[in-house]
Structures are given as structure tokens and as C-alpha cells.
T-cell receptor
Framework: EDQVTQSPEALRLQEGESSSLNCSYT??????LFWYRQDPGKGPEFLFT???AGEEKEKERLKATLTKKESFLHITAPKPEDSATYLC???????????FGAGTRLAVHP | DSGVTQTPKHLITATGQRVTLRCSPR?????VYWYQQSLDQGLQFLIQ???????AKGNILERFSAQQFPDLHSELNLSSLELGDSALYFC?????????????FGPGTRLLVL
């Protein structure tokens, strides 16, 4: 059964303290690994798509990387406005139905 | 703003009732997806439509149904509502429903069943 697992569940950082979020997946024939940011009560906001092992993408303080078994979302020098839940997802079952991890709740304190 | 719109933003109703949630995809997108997000289950795929036709089904209850209309907007109908149906319901859209396409999510409808 296809599965996406994220760790840690929650992460508290001081402003400027860099860290990484993990997304491990067991998906047959991976066709993309998606990262989203979700603020409380809002819809998921698209961040990145990674398609093959070794691929990296960057946006401001965020960098996403992909290996054959997992993806990392690296946050460099985070600011309080980076506080959110970060979700990763992968298409499952030969269709574009995304299966999501439970998310990592990130809190960045000044 | 993703370009996907959903109405209403909030819905409060009673057990046993029926409600309809509405979604308009991004301009040009032909595929619409529905997801449910509850505290204990996370984001769960419900159903996908492409150009009016059902394409994929997930863990959607028989009490729930959806359709996509010729103008590409979609509606999710929830009937015989139970307390456990209280959740956030999201609609997403993508250009052609292909497996590698990015899905863009709407702001959601928060449903509370009392």
C-alpha cells in the first residue's frame, strides 16, 4: 500500500535556526513528490514538485531535495512568517489522487 | 490566491441534513479534485473529475456524491450528515488531470454538523 510519512510531527525553532523536515515514501513508480504549505484554516499552498532522485528546488528560504526513499525540506534562517504546517504528497494508484503525509507543524519564534 | 474558488466558506447544519459544496477551478483547468481534511484523518482524497467525467475515486462514502458541470464547476453533495462528517472540504484543480500535474487548492469549506 502506498504511504507517505512525515517527521517530526512538530518542530519549534528560533528565528534564524536552520533545520530540515523529512518525508519518507513507499509509492510504486513514484511520479512526483509534492510539497505544500498550509496555514491554519486555509487551503494547501503549492511549494515544489520533485520528479527524480537528486533533484533540488529552491524558493526563498526553502529548499526541497529528493532521494529514492525520501524527500527533505530544508529551511534556512527561518522567520516567524515561515510558521505553518508543511505537507508532502505523492500520486497513488496510477491516477493523480494525492496521498498526503500527516504534516509537520513548524513554529518559528522571534 | 490559487485561482480556485469555493463556496460557502462555512456551513453549519444538523445531523441527517444534506448540503452542497461548490467549487470553481482555475481558468483553463479541466480536472477537479475533492479532499476531506479532519483532525484525525489528515487530508484524504475523495474523488476526481475530468471534463465532466469521473476519473478516480478514493475513500468517498456512499452518502457523498459529486459532479462536474459543462462549465467545469463542480459540486460535492453530502447527505444524511453525521457528526463525523464535520471537517474541512477542499477542492483542487489541475489542467488535464495527468499524474504528474500540480494540483492547486481552494480555500476550503468548513462544515460543522451539530
Amino acid at each position: 500500500e502506498d504511504q507517505v510519512t512525515q517527521s517530526p510531527e512538530a518542530l519549534r525553532l528560533q528565528e534564524g535556526e536552520s533545520s530540515s523536515l523529512n518525508c519518507s515514501y513507499t509509492v510504486s513508480g513514484l511520479r512526483g513528490l509534492f510539497w505544500y504549505r498550509q496555514d491554519p484554516g486555509k487551503g494547501p499552498e503549492f511549494l515544489f514538485t520533485l520528479y527524480s532522485a537528486g533533484e533540488e528546488k529552491e524558493k526563498e528560504r526553502l529548499k526541497a531535495t529528493l532521494t529514492k526513499k525520501e524527500s527533505f525540506l530544508h529551511i534556512t534562517a527561518p522567520k516567524p512568517e515561515d510558521s505553518a504546517t508543511y505537507l508532502c504528497a505523492a500520486p497513488s494508484g496510477g491516477y493523480n489522487k494525492l496521498i498526503f503525509g500527516a504534516g509537520t507543524r513548524l513554529a518559528v519564534h522571534p | 490566491d490559487s485561482g480556485v474558488t469555493q463556496t460557502p466558506k462555512h456551513l453549519i447544519t444538523a445531523t441527517g441534513q444534506r448540503v452542497t459544496l461548490r467549487c470553481s477551478p482555475r481558468s483553463g483547468d479541466l480536472s477537479v479534485y475533492w479532499y476531506q481534511q479532519s483532525l484525525d484523518q489528515g487530508l484524504q482524497f475523495l474523488i476526481q473529475y475530468y471534463n465532466g467525467e469521473e476519473r478516480a475515486k478514493g475513500n468517498i462514502l456512499e452518502r457523498f456524491s459529486a459532479q462536474q458541470f459543462p462549465d467545469l464547476h463542480s459540486e460535492l453533495n453530502l447527505s444524511s450528515l453525521e457528526l463525523g462528517d464535520s471537517a474541512l472540504y477542499f477542492c483542487a484543480s489541475s489542467p488535464n488531470g495527468g499524474v504528474q500535474e500540480t494540483q492547486y487548492f481552494g480555500p476550503g469549506t468548513r462544515l460543522l454538523v451539530l
